[in-house]
């Protein structure tokens, strides 16, 4: 679960954990239903997509807020950052 507001400084880490989650599953599904929606966290988003593709993985995200997917559409990243319902 990520929650909370995402700080760009975070980023890095959460790449890092979930490189080391990777490492037992090629998929992971993460729980954003508590998460800020801003862009920030989209940027985050989008940036653990990446690690996870690089990695041969992904991610999936469930339980996003109208909010969260709102923006996620703006930024042009709904096929990237395709949540499922919580």
Known sequence: MISGSIDAAEI???CERLGRLL???NAVTCDVSRLAATV???DALAR???TA???GGQI???GASAR???LVGICGLTDI???RPG
């Open 12 to 14: 890095p880490l959460l």
């Open 23 to 25: 490492l037992d599953t």
């Open 40 to 42: 920030a966290a989209v």
């Open 48 to 50: 653990l997509q990446l």
């Open 53 to 55: 593709r690089r990695l």
């Open 60 to 62: 999936t995200l469930v």
């Open 68 to 70: 969260l997917d709102e």
């Open 81 to 83: 950052l395709a949540a």
